[in-house]
């Protein structure tokens, strides 16, 4: 039963990503102005813009065009950059761990936030603790990472700096790394010193990203909370000696955060897709900022690639918070 | 019965301050010619950089400083509230109307329209917002029509699935189905019976959405892909401030404040104005 | 012989200051089945939780006190109250269904409490439950403990309930109802199980109930209870044979009974329950001129 639920949202995921691939597409070559002549210098001839044409394919229908396209992704070839003359695949490969980095790193302050706070407001229920906390939501909430970016700046970059505000890793720093992986590989290695770095750098853009996932994940599970808190085997088990906290966690919490599981799987794509935005208030060198560039130099098929890999990546977190709700729900598990 | 006019007294407490905050904004920015105390474009080199008028080295009629060309900060702030201005309310309205009425359909007659809709809504979903706005202004170009179809463009989703959900609800509904036995067509229905009750949740999702619009502004003229003339924006002036944040740090936290307050009330704003009108607790 | 649980003159009251339970007093011998007796909304679910610490936020305890083996749980601390509940008393509850967290497994929620509130080795616990489990007549422990929830039948989940419940040797078991959620095959079974469980633990019972005939199996001892107010209290043999108040004669006459199907119905006369209302309203006068 599991199996057949997976299968059709793969049929699914791969329809949404033709579909992305389709409007992109659409909205590129459709689009006024001639790319090609920006590329090549003042004194080129029409022959060499024909043939630069024909190069990229831009002299066939636009069908044509999109099939071409897609059976080159499916091969693996996502063609070449105009504007940083390599391959696109590798490019965003090269750029993708970063941006990957940063916003797990994200998700983890965001439930290492939210979590407890959560359990404290569920836990202090119709006191002043659970106001306070709501106001503070409410704000949080309301304000996206872009501002948030932005105070943080203020705040720690040029207030108090003990963070660092630009970049991914000291420029000065020599770096042992054999994959893009930065601070999983500092931890493998054992180089601490290296990790503290990252983190200094990564720590503000990552808070800032983090900042509104963890007000819905506060407020969403402290609703879920309260709700699982009225049933009654969590009665049984204050009567049966246990603490309010012990009583939350042993009892509430595995009930309370499954329902909320997919609404926070969604919010933490719009994490991700905050990532073009923060990245580039930051300076950090991921994907997010190469997409800027890239819509900058009107580079398509760098375009194309960053963004079918940004969907599929949404695409894929949809599937496993499918996946690990009916995997947790052991009522689902048994069918 | 003590707890709903608690909650009433709260709600109204938002309302009045968040509606308070954006109507000073907008009559500033409407009032601009009038209230602003320097020309937002008057670039001085004899007076770059100074600093806001309580601290030393300030300038008479510079009350929040100027930027590294010598341009009064106050003035461009005002200035920069007409575009969020007329971003916000076009684009929200835009994403609204489509949206919504995307939602509606959807939600009301099922079937292969829900099917349909929802699996447009599904792609447009997966595009991270962000991107997609800049990667629209800067293919069909900049301007304040470009910034505000590209808003709509990418929003509308939002309207979209909150009215379906809303509309859904509200189609398995007695009256509706009472509406039906009556022999009224269902294009009437839906715009005479099921919409009535869906309106409280679009108004505070069009205050909502109007915070958004002006915060996707601000990113994109922060990115310089917004309007293509020299008028400010706060997302340009936050773009200037970004650069010179240790010399003349007020060019960054007058725009942040301004736009920490507007984006506030506005879904401040569109919470307490759904709070009153919520059936339920009146 | 201190009583195990004695309850003196307890009023409980809602936020608009009604009382819903109006000086209760009762007390229950160690070792002894007192059954509670009323109709839905009499308040015998209300003394159980007061009992047992749970009351619903929106009732308080406005005057009295509940003693448990002569401890006055009033003056305690949170946290001593409820290492006091958690290690004398236990809970029966009415709905096995609800009463079991569906994503933990039967066995860890049985041992729960023996482990990290009596403090007993897990080699203890999991003995001490099989024992139980025999005596509730589950013949397959092993797989009754490593089930969920989800996977048991309701007799089942509420034999695994009682089980647990007299696993902990609580002084006194809270019985709330336990039999109403379940079917009637299995109601009588259920019940056999508690009074054999209860003769042979020794354990006092407070049992709550609606059911006269429960009352007339189980317990030794009867309060009957009308709106938050004790009416009667005796020994049930004698409740049964010569009833004093008007109400509980009512209560009598009210219930079905297997040996004269065809007898009519009675609902409870227009004149007992004026009585009633003027017994109630000269008790909430009483109260309100004491408290303002």
């Known amino acids: 039963m599991i199996l057949q639920r997976f299968l059709i949202r793969l049929l699914t995921m791969a329809v949404t990503l033709l579909g992305v691939s389709v409007v992109v597409f659409v909205i590129i070559r459709v689009a006024p102005g001639n790319p090609i002549a920006m590329m090549l210098p003042p004194g080129a001839t029409q022959a060499d813009i024909d043939r630069l044409r024909a190069l990229y394919g831009f002299d066939r229908s636009l069908v044509e065009q999109y099939f071409i396209w897609l059976s080159g992704v499916l091969h693996g070839d996502f063609g070449t950059s105009i504007s940083l003359r390599q391959d696109v695949l590798s490019l965003v490969l090269n750029r993708l761990p970063a941006t990957l980095e940063l916003s797990i790193f994200a998700l983890v302050i965001a439930l290492a936030i939210g979590g407890p706070l959560a359990i404290l407001g569920a836990r202090e229920q119709g006191t002043v603790v659970e106001a306070g906390i709501d106001v503070a939501n409410g704000a949080a909430l309301s304000i996206p990472d872009f501002l948030w970016g932005l105070a943080l700046i203020l705040l720690f970059g040029v207030l108090w700096p003990v963070f660092e505000i630009s970049g991914r890793v000291s420029p000065r720093l020599d770096l042992p790394f054999v994959t893009q992986f930065y601070l999983f590989e500092s931890v493998v290695r054992l180089r601490f010193d290296l990790t503290k770095d990252l983190i200094s750098h990564m720590f503000m853009p990552a808070v800032a990203l983090a900042l509104p996932l963890a007000a819905i994940i506060s407020q969403l599970l402290k609703i879920s909370l309260k709700e699982v808190m009225t049933l009654d085997y969590v009665t049984l088990a204050r009567v049966k000696g246990f603490s309010e906290t012990k009583v939350i966690l042993r009892e509430a919490l595995k009930n309370a955060a499954l329902p909320t599981l997919t609404l926070i799987g969604v919010q933490f794509t719009f994490l991700i897709g905050g990532t073009v935005i923060i990245e580039r208030l930051f300076s950090y060198e991921g994907l997010g900022n190469m997409a800027i560039d890239a819509v900058i130099n009107r580079d398509l098929p760098l375009i194309q690639g960053i963004v079918l890999v940004f969907a599929l990546i949404f695409v894929l977190i949809n599937l496993v918070v499918d996946m690990m709700y009916a995997l947790l729900n052991p009522r689902l598990r048994h069918g | ?282 | ?292």
């Open chain 3, 1 to 292: 012989m201190s009583a195990c649980l004695d309850i003196s003159s307890l009023s409980a009251t809602l936020a608009s200051g009604q009382r819903v339970l109006r000086s209760v007093s009762l007390a229950v011998e160690p070792g002894e089945v007192r059954a509670l007796v009323g109709e839905s909304g009499a308040g015998k679910s209300m003394i159980g939780k007061a009992v047992l610490g749970v009351l619903p936020p929106s009732v308080k305890i406005a005057e009295g006190s509940i003693r448990l083996e002569g401890t006055d749980l009033g003056t305690l601390s949170a946290k001593e109250r409820r290492r006091v509940i958690g290690t004398k008393t236990a809970l029966i509850p009415q709905d096995p269904l609800t009463a079991l967290n569906p994503s933990r497994r039967v066995g860890p929620q049985m041992t729960d409490r023996l482990i990290h509130i009596l403090g007993w080795d897990s080699g203890k616990a999991d003995k001490s439950i099989r024992q139980l489990l025999d005596e509730v007549q589950i013949r397959d422990p092993d797989r009754v403990m490593r089930a969920y929830p989800h996977e048991l039948s309701g007799g089942m989940r509420q034999r695994v309930l009682i089980a647990a419940a007299f696993a902990a040797e609580p002084r006194l078991i809270v019985a709330d109802e336990p039999t109403t959620a379940l079917d009637v095959t299995v109601q009588k079974q259920i019940l056999r199980l508690i009074a054999q469980l209860q003769k042979d633990h020794g354990t006092a019972i407070l049992f709550v109930t609606h059911d006269l005939g429960v009352v007339a199996k189980i317990s030794q001892k009867v309060t009957v209870l009308y709106a938050g107010k004790v009416v009667e209290e005796a020994d049930t043999a004698a409740l049964f044979a010569s009833p004093q108040h008007a109400y509980t004669r009512a209560l009598m006459a009210a219930t079905p009974r297997y040996t004269d199907p065809m007898a009519s119905l009675k609902p409870v006369d227009d004149a007992v329950l004026a009585g009633l209302s003027a017994e109630i309203a000269a008790a909430d006068q009483s109260w309100r001129a004491g408290h303002g």
């Open chain 2, 1 to 282: 019965m003590a707890d709903a006019r608690a909650i009433g007294q709260r709600g109204d407490a938002r309302l009045w301050l968040a509606g308070g905050w954006l109507l000073v904004a907008l009559l500033a920015a409407i009032f601009a010619p009038l209230i602003a105390p320097q020309d937002p474009l008057a670039q001085d080199l004899m007076f770059e950089r100074l600093p806001p008028f309580w601290m030393q080295g300030s300038q008479p009629g510079y009350w929040l400083g100027t930027d590294s060309l010598g341009r009064d900060l106050l003035s461009r702030l005002i200035y920069g509230g007409r575009v969020a201005f007329i971003v916000a309310f076009a684009a929200a309205l835009a994403a609204c109307l489509v949206g919504s009425t995307l939602g509606l359909i959807a939600g009301y007659f099922g079937g292969w329209p829900d099917r349909i809709i929802s699996r447009i809504v599904d792609v447009w979903m997966a595009f991270p917002p962000v991107l997609f706005a800049i990667l629209l202004v800067a293919v069909f170009g900049t301007g304040l029509s470009s910034v505000i179809i590209a808003i709509a463009v990418i929003d509308w989703t939002r309207f979209c699935r909150v009215v379906r959900a809303e509309a859904m609800g509200q189609a398995r509904m007695d009256y509706v189905e009472n509406a039906r036995i009556a022999g009224y067509g269902r294009l009437r229905i839906m715009v005479s019976e099921v919409l009535p009750n869906v309106v409280p949740t679009i108004v505070a999702l069009l205050s909502l959405e109007m915070g958004i619009a002006i915060i996707v502004e601000a990113i994109l003229s922060f990115v310089n892909l917004s309007i293509s003339t020299d008028d400010p924006t706060w997302g340009g002036i936050i773009a200037e401030g970004r650069l010179s944040i240790h010399q003349a740090w007020w060019v960054l936290v007058f725009p942040l404040i301004t736009l920490f307050l507007t984006v506030l009330s506005f879904s401040q704003f569109g919470e307490g104005l759904k709070a009153r009108f919520d059936p339920v607790l009146r």
